[in-house]
């Protein structure tokens, strides 16, 4: 997550004035996630500002617009919503008309979703292909969540987010200690996001299912995700849906 999203937002505006809409869009969002953390909802409407200059003129950036503008609307929504509560006041909604963009239906072939595709063809069971085969609908999204990885067994284990299937690339490492945990932001959209656990020589395979986590927590990405690394099984492993962290003692 953005640590200022203050500087994100300077940074953005200058992607935009030398004409770099993708890196002002990757800025963008940065400052989003890093406004919804500090539940800043005049900085989300900063962003929005910002994402209404860019002109969107090629498919990709105008994709990544549509979902930004999405998403820091949503997040809007959820910050003026906490507000009113703690206000005692009733809330109104900022954007009643608001539907997911259409672009959200669009075939976007993210990490998850190849994943989720290879992991459901290597284990050819009619289950996993009922939770996978939806996958290829889902679109790119620019909105992270935080995937709490908890080491609940004995040992020490080194935990490695996997690029593809067989792991032959990684995105991220973690050593944990017993009871130790790591964090690492993921996109909410990735229906399967995939983990190789190693301990005293053994390697265990942990997918979890980011999505439908994601969604059962109610599409909050402020929300960690928590899962145990003592769930991973043999390779490929079975899918594992992660459990929305409690309220108290985030």
Request: proline share 6%.
């Given at each position: 997550?953005?640590?200022?999203?203050?500087?994100?937002?300077?940074?953005?505006?200058?992607?935009?004035?030398?004409?770099?809409?993708?890196?002002?869009?990757?800025?963008?969002?940065?400052?989003?996630?890093?406004?919804?953390?500090?539940?800043?909802?005049?900085?989300?409407?900063?962003?929005?500002?910002?994402?209404?200059?860019?002109?969107?003129?090629?498919?990709?950036?105008?994709?990544?617009?549509?979902?930004?503008?999405?998403?820091?609307?949503?997040?809007?929504?959820?910050?003026?919503?906490?507000?009113a509560?703690e206000?005692?006041?009733?809330?109104?909604?900022?954007?009643?008309?608001?539907?997911?963009?259409?672009?959200?239906?669009?075939i976007?072939?993210?990490?998850?979703?190849k994943?989720?595709?290879?992991?459901?063809?290597a284990?050819?069971?009619?289950?996993?292909?009922?939770?996978?085969?939806?996958?290829?609908?889902?679109?790119?999204?620019?909105?992270?969540?935080?995937?709490r990885?908890?080491?609940?067994?004995?040992?020490?284990?080194?935990?490695?987010?996997?690029?593809?299937?067989?792991?032959?690339?990684?995105?991220?490492?973690?050593?944990?200690?017993?009871?130790?945990?790591?964090?690492?932001?993921?996109?909410?959209?990735?229906?399967?996001?995939?983990?190789?656990?190693?301990?005293?020589?053994?390697?265990?395979?942990?997918?979890?299912?980011?999505?439908?986590a994601?969604?059962?927590?109610g599409?909050d990405?402020?929300?960690?995700?928590?899962?145990?690394?003592?769930?991973?099984t043999?390779?490929?492993?079975?899918?594992?849906?992660?459990?929305?962290?409690?309220?108290?003692?985030?």
């Amino acid at each position: 997550m953005a640590p200022n999203p203050d500087r994100e937002l300077a940074d953005a505006r200058a992607c935009i004035d030398r004409g770099d809409e993708q890196g002002a869009l990757k800025r963008l969002d940065r400052a989003r996630q890093g406004y919804v953390k500090q539940r800043n909802s005049a900085g989300l409407e900063h962003v929005l500002v910002l994402a209404d200059v860019l002109s969107g003129s090629a498919e990709q950036t105008s994709v990544g617009r549509e979902n930004l503008v999405y998403a820091v609307k949503q997040n809007t929504r959820a910050e003026t919503r906490r507000q009113a509560q703690e206000r005692g006041h009733p809330w109104r909604d900022p954007y009643p008309d608001l539907q997911a963009p259409t672009e959200h239906t669009g075939i976007t072939m993210t990490r998850g979703v190849k994943i989720a595709i290879a992991i459901g063809t290597a284990l050819a069971t009619a289950a996993l292909i009922g939770v996978f085969g939806v996958a290829p609908f889902f679109a790119e999204s620019k909105t992270d969540v935080t995937l709490r990885l908890v080491n609940d067994s004995s040992a020490r284990v080194q935990v490695r987010g996997c690029d593809d299937v067989n792991c032959a690339t990684t995105w991220t490492q973690a050593d944990l200690d017993a009871g130790a945990t790591a964090e690492r932001d993921v996109p909410v959209n990735e229906a399967v996001q995939l983990f190789k656990v190693e301990r005293s020589g053994t390697s265990t395979c942990l997918p979890l299912l980011v999505h439908r986590a994601y969604v059962g927590a109610g599409s909050d990405s402020t929300v960690p995700l928590v899962a145990r690394l003592s769930q991973a099984t043999p390779c490929p492993g079975t899918a594992v849906l992660p459990r929305a962290a409690p309220v108290r003692g985030l």
